[in-house]
């Protein structure tokens, strides 16, 4: 079966590609470079799938689900839904170039699971564990939305500059439309402001079933209440600029949840429980008492 390397290499390779996309000149080229590109990403896609189907199936067993309960599973698993969108949004524009942004945070996402392992398991099979589960899948799909969104708007950014200075070198790249970028950046944002508020609510049934209360003083309830109160103000921001026409703000509103999340991360590493994360939320936004 495939291993981390593997589909980490392939992904590498489907960035370079991409960039000699970017670089090629010729319709034919072009065409061509696409499609080597689109194969070595499907490529590197299905070996990420089979490698998690494998990690699946040797965990499976008939009292309890072992997989995904370390923050090494988790990184592994948001990599996987990032790529998996990538590959979406490149079959509904295939003569666009969205891997040349969105690979790079793949890229990240794995390297880091692969440098930083978490042996530690994030529970037992207690109820308490499931909604531990939960609250964990909840800030994954979060974060990933909001990484997602960071990406979209980094190309909103450069495909208004291309429409500014049409003599640039940057003509050369291939991006969808800025009505398209602002409008997949928004629901990426109230995708994730939706899934972290689930994350929360999750989290606090599990601090109420494992310890009989929510300790609201804890710095992992503090940081993602906190970031769900911000996205939430970002998703109502985001649709009222919309509707006046400034696509750029709604853009910088994106970049600057990615920020947020940046410092939440940094700032729970630097913690001492830190450097145990119990799953993918847990560096990211912080981590509910466990």
Known sequence: MPNETCFLVAYVLAFILEVARF?????????????????????????HTLYLAYRVWGSWSPNQFAAFRTWHDWGFLAAWLIAGASLWMSYRRSDKQTGLFVLPIIIGIVGLAIAFPSPS??????SASFWRLTHSAAMLIGTMLVALGFAVAMMYFVQGWRLKHPGSSANALRLPSLEYLQSIGRKCILGSAVAV?????????MNVMQHGQIAWTDRGILFSTALFVWL?????????????????????LSVLSFAIVLVAFAVVMSAPHGSSPTSLAAPLVGRWRA
Request: aromatic share 12%; net charge positive.
């Open 23 to 47: 670089g090629s000149s010729g319709e034919w080229t072009r065409r061509w470079a696409w499609r080597i590109a689109s194969g070595m990403m499907v490529l590197a896609f299905l070996t």
């Open 121 to 126: 398991p994030i529970g037992t099979s207690s």
């Open 197 to 205: 508020g689930f994350g929360v609510v999750s989290g606090g049934i």
């Open 232 to 252: 939430s103000i970002a998703a109502v921001l985001q649709w009222i600029l919309s509707k006046r026409g400034r696509g750029e703000w709604t853009a910088i």
